[in-house]
């Protein structure tokens, strides 16, 4: 259930990123920011983090682990730590930077044309959503930064079939 909570955390992030990017870029269009879009889409983010151990548990992945006393999928398992690599961690962080890079991208391109066809209002909150956007990027660069010890001993368990405790 690891896999479940950490996707969660993830896929979280990502919708955040999607928000932002609806209310910064896309900010004249309401059907993206309506309330009941966003309910719908964090139950589907739900089902998504429940579905992916679903592989797991059809190969019968999960083993007993007499030394932790509760039932895990290995960590030296090279396939099942790939594909949770790439279902719990890889997708929505593709998705967050994507969307992160775009409203960057798009506030930088079309500052002063876009800060022209806004009111004082929309300039005001735009600007508050740029700075919770930079801090909401510091959060998704430590969400990064968690994942490295668990890639570093998938790898090292590659090269020299030994994985630390």
Not at 51 to 76: A, M, R, S, W
Not at 90 to 110: A, D, E, Q
Not at 114 to 119: A, F, G, K, P, S
Request: aromatic share 12%; with cysteine.
């Amino acid at each position: 259930m690891k896999v479940v909570s950490v996707s969660a955390i993830f896929y979280s992030n990502a919708l955040q990123a999607i928000y932002r990017l609806c209310r910064i870029v896309f900010y004249t269009r309401q059907s993206l920011q309506s309330f009941q879009l966003y309910k719908i889409i964090i139950i589907i983010q739900w089902i998504i983090c429940f579905l992916i151990i679903l592989p797991n548990l059809l190969h019968g992945d999960f083993k007993y682990l007499i030394d932790d006393y509760h039932c895990q999928v290995e960590l030296t398992d090279i396939r099942n730590g790939l594909l949770d690599a790439v279902l719990a961690y890889f997708i929505p962080v593709s998705i967050s930077t994507g969307c992160y890079i775009y409203t960057l991208r798009k506030i930088r391109k079309g500052k002063n044309s876009l800060i022209q066809t806004m009111t004082h209002i929309q300039q005001i909150t735009t600007r508050r959503d740029v700075i919770v956007l930079f801090r909401i990027c510091i959060l998704h660069g430590l969400l990064i930064v968690t994942v490295i010890p668990s890639a570093v001993i998938l790898i090292m368990y590659c090269f020299t079939k030994y994985s630390p405790w």
